[in-house]
Nanobody, 125 residues
Framework: QVQLVESGGGLVQAGGSLKISCTAS????????LAWFRQAPEKEREFVVM???????YYADSVKGRFTVSRDNVKNTVDLQMNSLKPEDTAVYYC???????????????????WGQGTQVTVSS
């Protein structure tokens, strides 16, 4: 069983920065595919970034160049540094983990096995 807990969301003005974090339980953290997704009201859950041991990270085009993911396999954390935030980045951000056997399509939220409770990020214009 894997537990994921997000933290660090909040309210920020457009152009500002925010860092959100996810802390995971589990003895095999380094083997997890870890991703951030987000979901705005009345919209589909959207892929943001995925990080794994074998390559990447892989970013959605909408955040490339503005967001940076980092993971610490000792602390069992994955952080998302978000810069140059835009109002359209407003959403609940979720941390997700995929454990073996892995799915090939990391863009699809349905392929992830474990989810955090989410953290709200609001960007004001």
């Amino acid at each position: 069983q894997v537990q994921l807990v997000e933290s660090g969301g909040g309210l920020v003005q457009a152009g500002g920065s925010l860092k959100i974090s996810c802390t995971a339980s589990g003895h095999r953290f380094s083997s997890y595919l870890l991703a951030w997704f987000r979901q705005a009201p009345e919209k589909e859950r959207e892929f943001v970034v995925m990080t794994s041991w074998s390559g990447g990270p892989y970013y959605a085009d909408s955040v490339k160049g503005r967001f940076t993911v980092s993971r610490d396999n000792v602390k069992n954390t994955v952080d998302l540094q978000m810069n140059s935030l835009k109002p359209e980045d407003t959403a609940v951000y979720y941390c997700a983990a995929d454990i073996p056997p892995y799915s090939s399509d990391y863009y699809d939220w349905k392929n992830y096995d474990y989810w955090g409770q989410g953290t709200q990020v609001t960007v004001s214009s």
